[in-house]
């Protein structure tokens, strides 16, 4: 297993502007933490996603943050965010945006410990930053406003080193904990009393990584996004493209009262279906100014 923080100085690639080629380097990373004091040691499904991309991806260096050398990289390489870091109010929140901060400073593939590979990875490394597709999107927000109706996923990415849409995605995740009001504006739609169930994925996760796609048109020409052949099918959501499948065993959901959920379940069950049809009448595929795996696109 390689050190995340003695690989740090040849993790760095070719930063914005400085003429050569951004690809993403032969490396992934995987996060897992515990509360303090309790042992550190893997369960099964995620030993077996580790020995999974191993297998497929054996040029790769693969590097597996605890919450030891987590605390460590921030110490050495964002002195800057150790207070933002404390500042979210949920662990999930924590790690969605240590992944960026990863990803961002070594360059690599971040995945989840509950996705499998099919394949190796090899052709997506000339991208320089790739997403998959999440979903079709809630989000009021991103529908009126940016007329985008799905939304990009953060359990899997890949970008090189010092990518600028990382940056973007840090930069965003840092101004919700200092401007609320502007963070809130997602969950537009929400109603209030389980706006908390929502409150996790629109702020540090898929929500805040497609609003920042959003907001940052002229990056777009730089990011591949692993589209299904349909965006209105259920069973494209939370694939990896054609390299991988997510089985979602984590759950960023807050643990609030059982009426409270069964409420917000009930709520996000209508309010997809409303939606979905207003997305069959889009259409299958989403063109546009991005790079795009969808054939024909």
Not at 144 to 159: H, I, R, T, V
Not at 175 to 186: E, I, N, S, Y
Not at 205 to 221: D, K, L
Request: proline share 7%; glycine share 8%; net charge positive.
């Amino acid at each position: 297993m390689i050190d995340p923080i003695a690989t740090r100085q040849e993790g760095r690639g070719p930063r914005p502007g400085d003429g050569r080629r951004a690809v993403i380097p032969r490396r992934i990373i995987h996060i897992y933490s515990v509360p303090e004091g309790q042992p550190e040691e893997l369960p099964l499904v995620c030993q077996a996603a580790m020995a999974n991309a191993k297998l497929l991806n054996p040029g790769f260096e693969h590097v597996l943050f605890s919450r030891t050398k987590m605390q460590s990289f921030l110490e050495t390489e964002f002195p800057e965010f150790q207070q933002a870091i404390r500042a979210f109010r949920f662990p999930i929140q924590r790690f969605d945006f240590f992944r960026y901060l990863a990803v961002y400073r070594l360059g690599g593939f971040y995945f989840d410990l509950d996705l499998f590979l099919a394949r190796a990875l090899d052709p997506l490394l000339e991208c320089g930053c790739v997403f998959a597709f999440e979903e079709l999107t809630i989000s009021r927000f991103l529908r009126s406003e940016f007329k985008m109706d799905w939304e990009l996923a953060n359990y899997g990415f890949g970008a090189a080193a010092g990518h600028p849409f990382i940056g973007a995605i840090i930069e965003n995740c840092v101004r919700g904990l200092k401007d609320p009001v502007w963070a809130a504006q997602l969950m537009q739609g929400i109603p209030g009393w389980f706006q908390n169930q929502f409150f996790v994925p629109m702020t540090t996760g898929p929500g805040m990584v497609s609003r920042t796609f959003a907001e940052n048109r002229q990056r777009h020409r730089d990011i591949t996004v692993l589209f299904p052949n349909d965006v209105c099918d259920p069973g494209a959501a939370q694939r990896f493209g054609d390299f991988g499948v997510h089985l979602v065993q984590a759950s960023w959901r807050k643990r609030d009262g059982f009426l409270r959920r069964q409420l917000a379940r009930r709520w996000e069950i209508r309010t997809r279906r409303q939606q979905l049809r207003q997305s069959q009448a889009a259409g299958p595929v989403r063109p546009g100014e991005w790079h795009s795996r969808l054939p024909g696109v």
